[in-house]
């Protein structure tokens, strides 16, 4: 007991000390973010851009679709260009071709070496020199640039509008005609894009090569190639990432855990009898199902895109369900289902817990459904609605589609998502409260169940931060604090104490040693976890010391995982323990398959592209996605469906469980996750890299190797591994209908307060 007091204080201070860290940098994000000019003018006095207008273009992309099209500085869909470099580009090239004319009076390609590098040396010296002045606002260029800058405009001015010319360059990006169809916003657009660039390409005050972006992206043109300080932080974190790992593996041989206990003869929980709340809660697994299905169906629609633009082989279904709409939809419900899976799971093992049934608990657990079904449904719906009638910013921040990749809903939606899960918490704890009054050995981790809880419903506040006229780089600061943080950190330390308690409950582990061991293993997390955040943030106008903090901590974030063989290994000889935990086998299976998904999709993948010299040339390409989709579905997918199932087990009549149909479910759904991700997103985002290294991040995202033969068949070799994981989905679905038949016998049943009674003794 002493030693896990101690624990629990070590947490406190990490948790904090993290936090209190984390804070003071985005302060200096904030302080070192771009600025924005309050007007770009010419050295004749002449205005192109203004501060307004910047900030309208930002509006005026997210409107059109955002991080749904396209990216700047990296983060968004890899379908259209990423912004910044492709405008990067585009100015460079004119530049240099303008240089060649004006000086030589013949094309750049016909000109001697000497000459090209004349000209090269002007581009280079213009784009990189910073002309910001601090004191008046205002940026300054020469009027060969603002020539160019006008020329380049013109193309983003003519594809966001309605030119035919490029309509085909429209469907290789899986743009529709118009997708800014007021003129203001078109002018004002390419504000936007010209800053996005300017900031990734001019040198900081003070400094020399080194841009807002760390030279991000990578353009060898205007030498932005890896600074100092990334190519070094990244060594460090790989020496800091084999010390941590040493560390961890001496400390696991020199503190051998307790051996778990002989398993109980039989079920402890058969005799569980369910209270109404907890009945309740069955619907919203088949919510989390039809989620599921949904999301699997906007997927293959997604993907399908990047062949035909805007068809389904060769149905126009842009025209009413656009590769903007299609992907909001997909990113948004992997989220959405997920974490109603977990929820839902909350409000199942309270009343197990404690062995109460508060007053009015079945209501309010019912009435939480309604108002997630009605905010899920709303916020997608009114999403959809926005993009096709194009209604403008304003409707798409409030209530329709924000444009930002995972946080896309509405804020009223979003308003409305985090009372609910205040509303949430409230359940919980009036579910939890008896049982963490009550001593017993499961206290700690009934504790951490509600801790983790606590923070899910209160970090859900971050999604709130940032207004309509935010800037970008502390837009992508606070919602990375909902993305890292709020799914990735505390519903992961929420679900991993839920999975000791489940296994303490059934008799296969210690409580006392479960106890100690979930403090240490979310002091572990955590302590990678919070300042890993971090690595996402590297070249989105953050100082040096975002990619010195985010490269260490992000590659402490793998640490936890060098043991997860052996968590895994052992979990499997649980589900041999005794004759009857052969009933929970899938359940487990699904627990030991988030373990391999961890280590494979959150690890080997994930620390793949973390390192910032990696991230570097990746980012914006498909090896993101190859991470993304290896660990968002295959660790906490799984963990959701396995959590899901072992409240079905208790739930649902016994004798119409189907172990057949979820074996089908476990291998068709991992088989196809691993197909999906190795035979396709993997080797394309590989060719990707290859090409950004060797010309740049604009021609590693061009339509020429987007839409190459070699990516082509990228995309259809998805297909295989889309059937198969819908095969999947139709499997778990199959199952869950069956659940509903009568049942062919009848279940058992007791007083809940005595089993809990009896499971304390």
């Known amino acids: 007991m002493q030693s896990t007091r101690k ?139 603002a020539q160019v800058i006008q020329q380049v405009a013109g193309h983003y001015t003519s594809l966001f509008g309605t030119d035919p010319a490029l309509d085909k360059l429209r469907e290789q990006y899986a743009m529709m005609p118009g997708s800014l169809p007021d003129k203001q916003d078109l002018t004002a657009l390419p504000a936007f894009f010209f800053w996005s660039s300017w900031a990734a390409a001019t040198d900081r005050p003070g400094e020399t090569h080194l841009s807002y972006t760390s030279n991000w992206p990578h353009e060898p043109l205007v030498d932005n190639v890896p600074t100092a300080a990334n190519g070094m932080w990244s060594i460090a974190s790989f020496i800091g990432l084999i010390a941590a790992i040493a560390g961890m593996v001496w400390f696991h041989a020199a503190h051998h855990e307790e051996g778990d206990p002989v398993a109980p003869k039989s079920d402890p929980l058969f005799n569980l009898a369910p209270t109404p709340s907890m009945r309740a809660t069955m619907k919203y697994f088949y919510v989390v199902i039809a989620l599921m299905a949904l999301q699997v169906i906007m997927g293959v629609i997604t993907a399908h895109y990047s062949v035909e633009g805007n ?103 979003q308003i409305l998502l985090f009372v609910g899960l205040l509303f949430w918490l409230l359940l919980m704890g009036r579910a939890l409260w008896p049982a963490l009054m009550r001593p017993s050995e499961s206290r700690g981790l009934i504790a951490m169940v509600f801790i983790a809880a606590t923070c899910i419903g209160l970090f859900y506040a971050t999604s709130l931060t940032w207004g309509q006229h935010t800037h970008y780089s502390m837009i992508e600061y606070w919602r990375w604090w909902l993305v890292h943080l709020w799914v990735e950190g505390f519903f992961e330390v929420f679900a991993t104490a839920v999975i000791a308690l489940i296994f303490s409950r059934l008799g296969l582990i210690r409580a006392s040693t479960a106890n100690a061991a979930i403090v240490l293993e979310t002091i572990v997390f955590l302590f990678g976890g919070i300042l890993g955040t971090l690595h996402h943030l590297y070249f989105t106008g953050t100082p040096t010391s975002v990619i010195a903090v985010g490269a260490m901590f992000s590659a402490l974030e793998v640490v936890p995982l060098a043991m997860i063989g052996f968590e895994g290994y052992r979990n499997y000889q649980r589900s041999k323990a005794a004759p009857w935990v052969a009933n929970y086998k899938w359940i487990i299976l699904c627990f030991i398959a988030v373990g391999f998904w961890n280590t494979v999709g959150a690890g080997l993948l994930g620390f793949a592209i973390n390192p910032p010299i990696s991230l570097y040339y990746v980012q914006g390409l498909n090896l993101t996605p190859a991470h993304g989709h290896a660990a968002l579905f295959g660790v906490y997918g799984m963990l959701g469906i396995g959590l899901m199932l072992f409240c079905l087990r208790g739930l649902a009549p016994r004798a119409n469980w189907s172990d057949s149909l979820l074996k089908s479910m476990f291998w068709l759904l991992n088989i196809g996750l691993a197909m999906m991700v190795f035979i396709s997103l993997v080797p394309s985002g590989i060719y990707q890299a290859w090409t950004s290294v060797e010309y740049g991040l604009w021609y590693a995202r061009s339509p020429e190797v ?44 007791t007083v809940i307060a005595a089993q809990a009674s009896h499971s304390e003794a």
Request: charged share 15%.
């Open 7 to 145: 624990l629990w204080r070590w947490l406190a201070i990490m948790f904090f000390a993290s936090f209190a860290v984390l804070g003071w940098l985005g302060r200096e994000i904030y302080l070192s973010a771009p600025p924005i000019p309050k007007q770009v003018v010419t050295t004749d006095g002449r205005v192109i851009f203004t501060g307004e207008q910047i900030q309208r273009g930002q509006e005026a992309w997210l409107q059109a679709g955002g991080q749904q099209l396209g990216t700047v500085w990296g983060h968004g869909s890899y379908v259209a260009p990423d912004w910044s470099a492709d405008w990067l580009h585009r100015e460079a090239l004119g530049y240099r071709e303008l240089m060649a004319q004006s000086h030589y009076g013949r094309p750049y390609e016909e000109l001697d070496a000497a000459a090209k590098g004349s000209a090269d040396a002007l581009m280079k010296s213009t784009l990189r020199g910073n002309t910001y002045d601090a004191a008046t606002g205002t940026l300054t260029i020469d009027a060969d640039r």
């Open 311 to 413: 068809s389904f082989f060769g149905i126009p279904l842009g025209a009413v369900l656009p590769f903007v709409a299609s992907r909001t939809i997909h990113t948004q419900l992997a989220v959405l289902w997920i974490a109603t899976a977990w929820l839902a799971t909350g409000l199942y093992i309270g009343p197990a817990l404690s062995g109460k049934e508060p007053t009015y608990q079945k209501l309010g657990v019912n009435a939480l459904l309604v108002a997630l079904v009605v905010v899920v449904a709303g916020s997608l719906v009114c999403g959809w609605l926005g993009t096709m009638q194009k209604l403008g910013f304003d409707y798409g921040f409030w209530i329709g589609n924000q444009g930002l990749e995972y946080t896309s809903m509405g804020r009223i939606w």
């Open 706 to 749: 987007v839409h190459s033969a070699f990516m082509q068949w990228m995309v259809w070799l998805r297909v295989p591994g889309d059937v198969v994981f819908a095969l999947g989905i139709v499997s778990l679905a199959t199952f869950a209908w069956k659940l509903l038949g009568r049942s062919k016998a009848p279940a058992p049943a």
